[in-house]
């Protein structure tokens, strides 16, 4: 597909289907149900308790629920996760507003924030690093594209997604 040009424009899950009318595809977060988008399921991205590099939960190389008894957990306003039901603590002071904040402010030693692995990654810090968390909830990650602008090239692009090639069958 060396004539299309790719334009990567990141989206929040919150404004995640309205952002699909103005794009020809996007990667979501599931769930997103409407019958008018097709969806194809991609992967389950892994939770990651994310703390302070300092924290004595990175001394281990995955965690339990277990070993989140009493910690401070930090729910950002645009979290993708959903309830926890952690063993853990509600903060003494107002929500945050976005995962980079929380971020940051776990990097102070004040709490932890479990948020799936592609958003640790995404606003990693010196200051702060991030474990497995086992059993935790995954998030799931999607293809989604309009059922009405559906074209040749989508076809193609699904089809790369799908494992297709040139010389592959439908």
Known sequence: MPHVTLELVPIEKATQRAAIDDLDAALVRLPLLDESLHLIPLYDEVPVVVASAESHLMSVDRLTADDLVGE??????DDVLGPLDLPTVTPSFPPIDTTADAIATVATGVGIV???MS????????DVDYRPLLAGPSST?????SRERTNEDIDTFVGIVRGRTANSSR
């Open 141 to 145: 990650v999607a293809l989604a594209w």
């Open 72 to 77: 401070v957990l930090i729910t950002p306003l």
């Open 119 to 126: 958003l640790a990654r995404l606003h990693q810090r010196k």
């Open 114 to 116: 479990v948020v799936p």
